[in-house]
């Protein structure tokens, strides 16, 4: 019943012009160069001698012969998508006036800033050459900002509130920008000959495989404010103007991708990162100063695959890691196969070590195979750490395999199940998409009892699975708070093994993205607050705010601000409060 809090398509369901797989299969046969017939590694090996050959033809001359083999075509949105197509930034920030009900008095001063998919020029594109097609997915459209500002005037206490939106200008983007023209080659989906193609290019050109697209999350560190992706470190951004200030590398002590959810300790203030790559070392784990300034700790891992891995959960004195079969493997690809695939039947297993532990320090747990995208809660209970999370028994990305119908396969993993079917037999793809909320007790042995970070609450979007199957993509048709620790007592007052859930559930057509949770100044409990999400209503094209109070969960928005332009569906969100350096936050 609980999804994962943002979890996402991988894509437009729009099908470009199908090329047959046996066409694919020649193609790829037809290619010849040795670095991509091996492993990255090879590759990388042989890169800065062929990207010295490049360097001496002319920009022009090699931009017209890539503009002869690659042609950009823009993917359509149906009907039912086009709150996941691109909005334009705004000039200037918007004074927000058009507000129904009211801010509470006590609401903390600060930002809510979401982040999330924007591709440059128009949409997203499917490239068509001799060696097939590939399709740019909705997960590598450029990061976009959407930010409303909540501030109180020093006499009157009136709320001033405002919105902004802005790009996130990587280096990638910035490219992009002086061309004009869409440039780096989508190379995650499509016919294997295209992605091997695409990569090899990117890298000759931009030495890049991947565009920097920073979309996925925003996190605060040392009084500073970063925007986040898997694929690359995040970029700084002054979070008043929305204007990026550049890549943050630790002071240059971390080189590698940085992940979208990184975990700060609430009581050092350090930064849990992890960093995960098509070379090895494929996962490491990186501990960052409170201020950021600093990295205090940096460990290989050890991981026997590549991987992609979105979340990792603390304790108080523990690390979660997550091991589960959503691969990378470029062997797979030469071969015909998806670059990015689920692999049910192979193994998944998650992993405790000390918050400075080394690899031969990690406790692995073996778990039943399953895609967890999200972490909810982590604490420690006595001999045992818990994980609480969101697990599928399917993996939204990539998607399916070369030959399947991209439309249906989607509409049938958001099928509705009825209640009786539960995750039924494991065989079917209706509903496999969906997360439901799932604990893990893991016993470390150590005789040892700590009290850990123990949650009562969490909070979660509720996906609209009538929506979602017939739009063939992710739509949050309300919100759902979690009781962890109090059991589902029914209609009958009997207690099950589910936990009790309440709903705020949003009118027809309207759904959410980025919901994030707003403490109450001085609180006293853990559910004094607010959640506050963007809301968009498909019927009358309007997107707001809406700010929910947790303890009246179920009842009406207590605010609905009324935004002057589109917000796009996208990930997450989070809640700033001012002055920024002296919010504590968990990302």
């Keep these: ?138 997960i590598e459209g450029e990061g976009m900002l959407h930010a409303l500002y909540l501030s109180k005037n020093s006499g009157d206490k009136r709320w001033t509130i405002s919105y902004n939106n802005k790009y996130v200008e990587s280096e990638t983007f910035k490219l992009e920008k002086r061309r004009n023209k869409p440039s780096a080659l989508p190379s ?89 790559d098509a070379f090895k070392p494929y996962v490491e784990l990186g501990v960052i100063s409170a201020d950021g300034e600093r990295l205090v700790h940096k460990v290989d891992l050890q991981y026997k695959r590549r991987l992609i891995c979105h979340d990792l959960g603390i304790t108080q004195r523990y690390n979660v890691l997550l091991d589960f079969p959503l691969t990378i493997d470029v062997g797979r690809l030469v071969r015909g196969g998806p670059l990015i695939k689920y692999e049910g039947g192979e193994y998944a297993r998650i992993g405790v070590m000390p918050r400075y532990g080394t690899s031969s320090s990690v406790r692995w747990f073996d778990v039943e195979p399953n895609i967890t995208f999200h972490i909810l809660n982590c604490f420690e209970d006595g001999d045992e750490v818990v994980v609480r999370g969101c697990r599928a028994r399917q993996s939204i990305i990539p998607g399916p395999e070369m030959g399947l119908d991209k439309f249906e396969w989607f509409s049938r993993g958001f099928k509705p199940l009825k209640s009786t079917q539960g995750q039924n037999d494991g065989l079917s793809q209706d509903g496999s998409l969906f997360g439901r909320c799932y604990e893990w007790r893991l016993n470390t042995l150590t005789g040892e009892e700590f009290t850990g970070s123990r949650n009562k609450y969490g909070y979660t979007q509720v996906a609209d699975s009538v929506a979602s199957s017939a739009a063939g993509m992710p739509k949050f048709g309300g919100l759902a708070k979690l009781y962890l620790e109090e059991p589902d007592t029914g209609s009958e007052g009997v207690s099950s093994s589910l936990i009790k859930v309440k709903y ?40 707001q705010v809406f700010i929910v109070d947790t303890k009246s969960f179920s009842s009406e928005p207590v605010a609905k601000l009324s935004l002057p332009r589109r917000v796009p569906y996208g990930f997450h969100g989070s809640y700033m409060p001012f002055p920024l350096q002296s919010s504590n936050l968990w990302s």
């Design 188 to 276: 995650i989906e499509g016919h294997p000959a295209a992605i091997l193609s695409c990569y090899w290019l990117n890298l000759l050109r931009f030495g890049k495989a991947n565009k920097d697209v920073s979309n996925t999350s925003v996190f605060e560190l040392g009084g500073r404010c970063y925007a986040a992706a898997e694929n690359h470190l995040p970029q700084e951004i002054d979070l008043l103007t929305l204007e990026t200030l550049g890549e943050y590398d630790v002071n240059g002590a971390w080189n590698r991708p940085f992940t979208a959810h990184p975990k700060k300790d609430p009581v050092s203030g350090e930064l849990i990162i992890i960093g995960v």
């Design 1 to 138: 019943m609980c999804p994962p809090e943002q979890q996402t398509s991988s894509r437009c369901c729009s099908r470009p012009e199908e090329i047959s797989f046996l066409d694919s299969q020649a193609n790829l046969q037809a290619l010849k160069w040795p670095p991509l017939m091996k492993e990255l590694e090879r590759l990388s090996r042989q890169l800065d001698a062929s990207k010295a050959c490049v360097r001496k033809i002319p920009p022009a001359v090699l931009d017209a012969c890539f503009d002869l083999v690659f042609e950009f075509v823009d993917q359509p949105f149906p009907p039912l998508q086009r709150n996941y197509a691109p909005t334009e930034e705004i000039e200037e920030p918007f004074i927000i006036t058009d507000i129904d009900g009211q801010i509470p008095d006590h609401f903390t001063e600060g930002v809510y800033i979401r982040n999330g998919p924007n591709p440059l020029f128009g949409g997203f594109k499917t490239t068509k050459s001799i060696m097939g097609q590939s399709n740019q997915l909705w």
């Design 504 to 543: 705020h559930m949003f009118p027809e057509n309207v759904f959410c993205t980025g919901a994030a949770f707003v403490p109450k100044p001085r609180g006293r409990e853990e559910d004094d607050g607010w959640i506050i999400s963007f809301v968009h209503n498909e019927a009358a094209d309007i997107s």
